[in-house]
């Protein structure tokens, strides 16, 4: 692979391929386990010089496209870039590849943003590579690597050029749709490597899906692909509806100049793609771009040096001179970096405890949605209302109320003072009544107040205690 050692990630772990490719030596493959990740990190230990690339194949990747309005050049790069800011909150490993709108008269163009959304099935293998310093030229995604075999399938109907292919893999059966020689949804899911009518079926539940989520526009002549080797082709046809095209495997590894899989295996013809082409859309991976990008500048350094140093000494000992200052460069920046840390660490530390035991603050806190709903007499006094709408003759002159905020049932308290046409002891006793029906309260006089059968009008105090709050 150009001198690049293949990489190739699954669920199930990662693949070593050795290159050239042969039959002779297979694949070292690492589990994803601790002992797995210590034997890959030993490997690279053994082998310090190499190039890697890494081609990630896992079902955990969630494609959107979102549109992007006709603006600029600078206002389209500033709308990206908060968009891809946005999505690196959720995760770090993501691609983005523009689209053309598939109507003419559509108002703006897309783009596509894939991610990873599990980053510890990745994050542990590029741990690795990064603590043995290897060199990783890219990291790509499966459905990516596999759009230059587009132009060897049939051509798809239709102006959209709307088609659906269905490949098998280590990983399992990934079914991708495209539009033209652009990615726009892909889908892997584990699958036996013969079981052809799981297969279909899985075909024909992706193309419901594009429908029901309107991924594509309605109407869109669909091509339905399914990638298999020529024996498997009868079985796959009674299965399949009749609009299902089988593309030979075989066939399709001779039109890329690449020998013939043994079995179902899509693979062997992504790791070439991934050899013999260089624009194929790369994850963003933090730090790496810039690892890969001194790394290169670092050795285009040094055969600059190597070349004007056989031509003259001076131009080799200015070259020297520059090395040695981004070293010390880099060294100052190690250390101010500590020093940072080092300061946060102190500042941390220097926080003060809470002034309460967290138990306290938590059980406060649980306590005020009950005193909030204790301090609203609202439904107490609707229910007063509408006593006093049964007895008109009975006039309110003064209305109280209060709660305990350290009872536990925070219910309220109400103190009525009433005025009565006369000294009545059952039009007294009725009202009375009626509260307790209308509240659920418990109502006892105010202070002893008795009526004086003697006074024209009297006044009556009343009060009124709630066990829970009245709702």
Known sequence: MAGRTLLHLTRDGLAWHPQPPSDATPPQRFSPTHDGLARFAEHLAQHPTLRFTLLVDVPDEFFTVEPLPKLSAGDRRALLARRRERLAHETPYFTEAPLPALAGDAPADDCLFASLVRPDQLKPWLDALRHANAALTGIHSAPFAALPLLRHLPPPPGPAQARLVASLGPA?????????????????????????????????????????????????????????????????????PPDLDCVDLAALARACGAPEPPDADLTPLLHRTLARHRRIPSIHTPGLQRQHTLRRAGTALILGAALFASAAGVVAYGTLDATQT???????????????????????????????????????????????????????????????????????????????????????????RLDLPDASPDLADAFTQALREQTRATVSPI??????????????GLRLTFDTPPR
Do not use: K
């Open 326 to 416: 981004t070293r010390q460069d880099i060294d100052r920046l190690r250390q101010h970096i500590a020093n940072a840390e080092r300061a946060i660490a102190q500042a941390q530390a220097a926080i003060p405890p809470t002034p309460m035991p967290p138990e306290r603050i938590h059980a406060a806190h649980q306590r005020l949605p009950q005193l909030l709903a204790g301090s609203q007499p609202t439904a107490a006094l609707h229910a007063i209302s509408r006593a006093l709408t049964r007895f008109p003759q009975v006039s309110l002159t003064r209305l109280d109320w209060s709660f305990d905020p350290h009872d536990t049932h925070t219910a309220p308290r109400l103190d009525l």
């Open 172 to 240: 399992g059966l990934r079914v991708s749709c495209y539009t033209g020689p652009h990615l726009r949804f892909s889908r892997l899911t584990p699958a036996e490597p013969h079981a052809w009518h799981t297969h279909v079926q899985e075909l024909l539940r992706t193309r419901q899906h594009l429908a029901s989520q309107r991924l594509l526009p309605r109407e869109t002549p669909l091509q339905l692909l399914f990638i298999a080797p020529q024996a498997a082709h009868g079985a796959i046809r009674q299965l399949a």
């Open 447 to 460: 202070d002893g107040d008795t009526l004086d059968t003697d006074a024209p009008r009297q006044r009556l």
